[in-house]
C-alpha cells in the first residue's frame, strides 16, 4: 500500500472530525477547514490508489 493512501485517509479522517466539530460548536471556519482537509485527504489517498495501481500492472509479465 502507497504512503500517500494512508496519510491521505489519516487527513480524511482528522477533516471529518473537524468539520462535525466545527458543525457542534458553530464555528464555521473550523467546518470550512475540515471540508478542505477531508478533500485534500481523498485527492492524496486516490494519489496512491493510482500508484499502487501502476506499480501492480508494472510487476505482472
Known amino acids: 500500500m502507497d504512503k500517500n ?9 482528522k477533516g471529518a472530525a473537524k468539520e462535525t466539530i466545527g458543525k457542534v460548536v458553530g464555528d464555521a471556519k473550523l467546518e470550512s477547514e475540515g ?3 477531508k478533500a485534500a485527504g481523498k485527492l492524496q489517498n486516490a494519489v496512491g490508489g ?6 501492480d500492472a508494472a510487476k505482472k509479465p
Open 5 to 13: 493512501r494512508v496519510e491521505g485517509s489519516i487527513k480524511e479522517l
Open 35 to 37: 471540508k478542505a482537509d
Open 50 to 55: 493510482l500508484s499502487d495501481a501502476v506499480r
